[in-house]
């Protein structure tokens, strides 16, 4: 060990600055993630609506992520930097258009401030190499919250070994909910459906078991299909999902395992034969066992809710094109639904809003990627967007700084920086 800087020779110095830069960089991920995922209406984020802070807050969670993205920008190539100003272009035009149509301009920005957030950070990620551990630290941190529910959901919510210690209140759709907490790491919002086994859905920090499965979805899907890692996490993650009992989240599972075991090279004709000859009987059993999860959701009344909200944000859509409603605009939303309560769709309630921009914003980055896809023939590739597609049509997260992380994430900047390295 060197006494001091003076003693080091040249491999040395260039040692201990990569490190203290490996730390600085992980230090600035694990927050800007942390953000992210808090923001994702979670119980926290939903205590400071009670308060009336939420929006504040918001907005200075966004500020520090775009901080974070700054400092990381300080040491990025020019070229590198005027490559992205069309990306901000397109998303400045459509926040002045949202901020013409829109009759709450209030929540046009906070809305637009969690898209700059997420394109900001995104851009500042300079090569796969970045993206790969960025994408690697969300899946460990999300896996690591899906460890602490998962205990917490078993000993506490299923068999009563241990006891919450408190309660906090929060609002969610304009009422003020009330739910259990354990040391505020895990709490307990909803009651379990008809089919589980535990009184208490594994909601972890999220005030709705859809939420908490978008999240754990992505990152199952960001380790086992983008990533290809090992499977510990995707073990820990799947489970995670199971006891969430979402219908989405079951789905998403199925896409997961479908495409894994349609990929995965088999040593041998007679194994790989045989697996191709199973594989139709994966799918009728996949197919059947969505049909159940889906017929139980009829059943519980979700189902009309959920195809209510379809049928009236599409025709919002048509009805308001080209620029949509405007970001915001809830009430116009409420006074359309047969059934007036918060919405639980994700992709036609985004269309809705934004109209054409929401297009060039999502829907045109989800077919480019699925085309350099299937340019590749990287079969996984095309499973992850399929899989991400599926849960953004069917939750409500196209407002959250997390939804469009991913958007510039894993179907702009990975797919151009794959073909870059190519």
Request: proline share 2%; aromatic share 14%.
């Amino acid at each position: 060990m060197c006494e001091n800087l003076y003693d080091m020779n040249d491999n040395e110095v260039r040692y201990a600055a990569e490190s203290d830069m490996n730390v600085l960089d992980s230090i600035l991920d694990y927050t800007a993630i942390a953000s992210f995922v808090i923001l994702t209406n979670t119980v926290y984020a939903r205590q400071w609506a009670l308060t009336g802070k939420l929006n504040v807050i918001c907005i200075a969670m966004d500020v520090q992520i775009i901080t974070l993205g700054i400092i990381r920008l300080i040491g990025m190539r020019r070229e590198a930097r005027i490559a992205h100003l069309w990306s901000f272009l397109i998303v400045f035009m459509g926040f002045m258009a949202s901020l013409i149509v829109s009759r709450s301009p209030n929540a046009v920005i906070l809305h637009f401030a969690a898209v700059f957030a997420a394109l900001f950070y995104t851009t500042c990620i300079e090569n796969r190499e970045s993206l790969v551990r960025f994408l690697r630290r969300f899946v460990s941190f999300v896996t690591v919250l899906a460890a602490i529910s998962i205990v917490f959901w078993l000993l506490g919510s299923t068999l009563k070994t241990i006891k919450p210690d408190s309660y906090v209140e929060y609002l969610w759709d304009k009422y003020v909910l009330t739910a259990n907490s354990y040391h505020g790491v895990y709490f307990e919002t909803q009651r379990g459906v008809e089919f589980s086994f535990s009184d208490w859905r594994n909601d972890g920090v999220f005030v709705e078991a859809p939420m908490y499965s978008f999240i754990l979805c992505l990152a199952l899907g960001t380790n086992a299909l983008l990533l290809r890692e090992k499977a510990f996490k995707s073990i820990v993650l799947t489970i995670t999902i199971l006891t969430t009992t979402s219908t989405t989240g079951y789905v998403a599972i199925c896409i997961v395992l479908f495409a894994i075991i349609s990929t995965t090279p088999v040593k041998g004709k007679t194994l790989n034969a045989l697996r191709l000859a199973c594989i139709p009987i994966i799918i009728v059993s996949m197919m059947i066992a969505v049909q159940f999860v889906l017929g139980e959701k009829v059943e519980t009344g979700s189902y009309s809710v959920r195809s209510d909200h379809l049928a009236t944000c599409f025709k919002l859509f048509w009805d308001s094109f080209p620029l949509g409603v405007g970001f915001g605009d809830s009430q116009t939303f409420v006074n359309a639904y047969t059934y007036a309560q918060g919405t639980s769709v994700g992709t036609a309630y985004l269309l809705a809003q934004g109209g054409i921009f929401s297009v060039v914003l999502y829907i045109c980055p989800l077919l480019y990627s699925i085309y350099r896809g299937l340019a590749r023939k990287d079969w996984l590739f095309i499973a992850f967007q399929l899989c991400f597609a599926w849960e953004v049509f069917c939750t409500a997260i196209v407002s959250t700084a997390m939804f469009w992380l991913f958007v510039w994430i894993t179907m702009l900047r990975w797919p151009v920086l794959v073909m870059l390295e190519q």
